[in-house]
């Protein structure tokens, strides 16, 4: 017998959704919405893939919260201006002392674990193993120069390598390896869903830097602006082979990566994406 004619079982993959959340800096606060918008169709996902700040929130959304906690944990941490920007201080490993000195040390490195200790709902666990839904967090191995996947384990150490940024965030060693933001390599996980669940939704929030006045950036905004510019051509390179089956692109390029204040106007921004979500779920579950 020919092996075209060998009966072999297709892979079991199960009936549901599995979702992809990208990076994006404060862009990345649309994907409450989209938590939100399945929470209003009762869908939970089988799985959630995150990177970068999206990881961030992932975590959040895998931990069990609602959109709508999510929406108002982080609306309540952003709201005071000083408060947060405390919060960050804290978290700095960097020195003002190694600019004086004539040292190389960047004064205002943030250690993203502590960050995430400041700013993270308190439900979410320790482990990859204590949340309610399966979560995957990509990372980018820098002297590898791949991709790091995590789903097990520490959880903090995971998502604070995802959400280092280069020359803002501190890299987190794991294992010999010295780990940097996810969007380096990986700024929309949709891939990493594969057989996960028979639907997969993805939430890019790349593109370009944002902003409508045509100013000089400043040397930080440059160098998160220039990250951007690199994520979304990678996704738009990567689109082309295997799409998600729903891929959504909330209108939130005015934003600025660091625009993290006005996190209203980015929910608010987001808002229509909520339609066009359940349009695609419809559309989706129609088809199958």
């Known amino acids: 017998m020919s092996v075209s004619e060998t009966s072999v079982p297709e892979p079991s993959v199960p ?43 992932g975590a959040a959304w895998a931990a069990g919260m609602r959109g709508r906690d999510i929406r108002q944990h982080a609306l309540a941490r952003l709201r005071n201006r000083a408060g947060a920007l405390g919060r960050v201080m804290r978290a700095r490993v960097g020195r ?46 820098y002297f590898g120069g ?18 280092a940024i280069p020359g803002l965030l501190k890299p987190v060693e794991a ?34 830097p944002g902003a409508t006045e045509k100013i000089a950036p400043s040397p930080i905004e440059a160098l998160v602006g220039s990250s951007q510019i690199m994520q979304g051509a990678l996704v738009r390179n990567q689109l082309r082979d295997s799409p998600p089956d729903l891929l959504l692109r909330p209108p939130v390029d005015r934003f600025r990566a660091l625009d993290f204040f006005r996190a209203i106007a980015i929910l608010e921004a987001a808002a229509p994406m909520r339609d066009e979500i359940k349009r695609g779920v419809e559309r989706l579950i129609a088809a199958a």
């Open 15 to 57: 009936d549901g959704f599995a979702v992809a959340l990208g990076a994006g800096g404060a862009r990345g606060l649309a994907h409450i919405v989209l938590v939100e918008a399945l929470d209003d169709l009762g869908i939970k996902p089988l799985a959630i893939a995150g990177s970068s700040m999206g990881a961030f929130v």
């Open 96 to 141: 003002f002392t190694d600019l004086l000195g004539g040292q190389l040390g960047n004064p205002i490195l943030v250690d993203g674990e502590i960050l995430l200790d400041l700013f993270w709902p308190d439900v979410v666990p320790d482990r990859f193993e204590q949340l309610a839904i399966p979560f995957l967090c990509v990372a980018t191995d």
């Open 146 to 163: 791949k991709e790091t996947v995590f789903d097990s384990g520490p959880l903090g150490p995971a998502v604070a390598a995802s959400i």
């Open 175 to 208: 294992d010999g390896a010295f780990l940097i933001d996810g969007g380096v390599l990986t700024p929309l996980p949709w891939r990493n869903l594969a057989g996960r669940a028979r639907f997969v939704l993805a939430c890019d929030v790349t593109g370009s």
